[in-house]
């Protein structure tokens, strides 16, 4: 039914347009809005969620991005009914569903680890739901197998679960949470037990099938690279609470508290000083500052962030910094600068920038960056996050 | 490819054309050096015997005191004359009634509660270990005159009382069996899964949990069976005549036939057993049969995807 490509030329979500696209089984939908409003939830003494409050458009593909223990998972379970929030509303398409249980939601869901039924192969599993909603058998198969199709296993759809790899039963997963036309998909980092080319591939997938069903898709994840690939927008969140929700590039542009700043991509943290209401003084130059820190009073000490592009290297002899490291990572490099003798910064420079740039050479950073976000002074310079 | 790849055992593996069978591995043939393997398995054949001959050699005396019926010679009289033995029939009809209440009882109690432990009251789950190991150190006797004071008078006129007596008994083995069961399967996701795709509780259990307990369920079956087929105190208190108590009381008229039919109970046990892992055997073929089929009902498909 479907014109298929190989997995090699599934490198981009416009290419795998193709791969998982065509005629579905599943009807595209208009997609549900899903409004989480004010959700608390606590645990004994922990609080999981602390007032979240998050607007999902219809149809669109939200990721919830945080570390361990941020609440996202928690968020994601409320929504499918398998907890209950200890206050705040959960509103699909205008309704409040807190009272409805799990099973009467609708809504597809794909685990972190493996959920398929070890006594179902995976046509049964696939034809689960459908069984359960008085499908005719015929059509229920029918349909099943068009799913299996579309995730590109009909030819696994007589294999029990152990007989499919990793990649391929969370495959099965998502056709069985498709297969019930759910009004809103719940991935709770299905892709976290699988290798890393599984990963990027079934990724890709992902998006591409969400794109052309126009699922209303919550992501849960830890890995800012998935989030940051597959999502319209990103909550970052932190200790049961949102830090920030935006489309993956302003996330990563212009993050608005430090935390996101740090979480998402590397973030260089170099001594700065306000020179006013919205202005810093860094690397001497004054810029534009913004963050919960930029309006402080002048001369006060601050830190800033600056990504690594975000900063320039010049090779001048007894600059402010020693080149320490240089890495190479295809059209850019990544050069690490002992600043000041004493502080390690993280700079990107096209590859053959870098090349010119031995170990142990002296240079000059300087800021490119014309706005930058400011945090309280920590009293160090250091790098603060590695990216994945 | 250098010898010293391939002689990395790890690395052997993942090179083109070689790959390891089970048989290989259990073998240890390319697993390096395997001199420690000879006395191994000597030890393991003398611990097997001295456990072999101290199981079956009561048995092989129990067996030749049977068919020495007439006190000399050998004779098969003591079974062939079991089963017209008076009251032999029907001792082993209520035992097996018994039986088959007790494991319906049994798995209605057991496998709601082990689930919802688990699922629900997972700190429980030791308070549950102490609870369920209760009728191992209670004496059967002492249960069975707390029972007989409290229980309703139209309970103890029927034999079932010794059934939900016998419940009681199995506790400590279902309990386990199961219990091991839920730890063998993903619960909390399997049931998420099911509920998601709109199964209630009652089709998750029918659908989803039950059929992945299959071998605790049958585990503890067997447990429950072989109990209550052995099982004598609590029968000859409550005054019943189930095949345990028959087998005493014939004891006094013929030791050998009452010998035999001991014999013939532990056959039966073993027969049953075997028949369940059978059946658990039987199932996993035809899982593998019915992947095979539908593998094969579309042929000529590429293996496209991610893999």
Known sequence: ?388 | MSTQIIGDVGLAEDLPGISRTGGQRRRGLLAGPGARKRPLRVWRLVVLAIAGVYFLLPLYAAFRFSLAYNGTGVSAQAYTSLTSQAGFGSAIWLSTQLALVTIVVELLLMVPTTVFIHLRLPRMKRVMDFVTALPLVIPPVVLILGVLDVAPARLKATPFLLALEYVVLAVPFSYRALDSGVRSIDLHTLVDASRSLGGDWLTTMRRVLLPNMRVAILSATVLTVALVLGEYTMASLDEYQTFPTWIVLFSSQNSHVSVAASLMALFLTWIVLIGISLIGGRSRRGQEKKARRLTLLRPGQPKRGVS
């Open chain 1, 1 to 388: 039914m479907t014109a298929i490509s190989g997995p090699n030329q599934m490198t981009t979500p416009a290419a795998t347009g193709s791969a998982w696209g065509g005629g579905s089984p599943v009807e595209a939908q208009g997609g549900t809005a899903v409004v989480l409003r004010d959700l608390c939830c606590i645990f004994g003494t922990v609080r999981a969620l602390d007032g979240l409050s998050i607007d999902i458009s219809p149809g669109e593909f939200l990721a919830l991005l945080g570390p361990s223990g941020c609440g996202k998972t928690t968020a994601l379970r409320i929504l499918a009914g398998f907890e209950s929030a200890s206050s705040g509303q959960v509103l699909v398409d205008g309704q409040d569903v807190q009272s409805v249980p799990a099973q009467k939601r609708n809504m597809g869901m794909v685990f972190q680890s493996y959920s398929l039924f070890p006594n179902m192969t995976a046509l049964e599993n696939v034809a689960f739901g459908l069984r359960l909603r008085k499908i005719g058998t015929a059509e229920r198969k029918a349909k099943a197998m068009s799913l299996l199709e579309m995730v590109e296993l009909a030819d696994r759809a007589g294999r029990y679960p152990h007989q499919l790899s990793g990649g391929q039963q969370q495959r099965v997963a998502l056709a069985r949470a498709l297969a019930i036309e759910p009004r809103v998909l719940l991935l709770d980092e299905p892709l976290s037990a699988l290798d890393a080319k599984v990963r990027v591939q079934l990724r890709e997938q992902i998006r591409a099938l969400q794109r052309r069903l126009s699922i209303t898709t919550v992501f849960v994840t830890h890995d800012q690279d998935e989030a940051l690939s597959m999502a319209d927008r990103v909550a970052v969140m932190r200790g049961g609470k949102l830090e920030q929700v935006a489309p993956p590039a302003e996330l990563y542009d212009e993050p608005q508290t430090p935390f996101v700043a740090e979480f998402v991509g590397t973030m260089n943290r170099l001594p700065g000083k306000l020179a006013g209401p919205g202005r810093v003084s860094v690397l001497g130059r004054e810029v534009v500052a913004r963050g919960p820190f930029a309006n402080g009073p002048g001369g006060q000490d601050v830190d800033v962030l600056v990504r690594p592009e975000g900063l320039a290297l010049a090779p001048v002899p007894g600059a402010n910094g020693i080149v320490s490291a240089v890495t190479f990572r295809g059209a850019q490099s990544r050069v690490d600068v002992l600043l000041w003798a004493d502080m390690a910064v993280k700079v990107d420079v096209p590859s053959p920038v870098a090349a010119s740039l031995p170990v142990g050479s002296s240079v000059e950073v300087s800021l490119v960056s014309d706005n930058v976000l400011v945090d309280q002074a920590a009293g160090q310079i250091s790098v603060n996050q590695e990216e994945t």
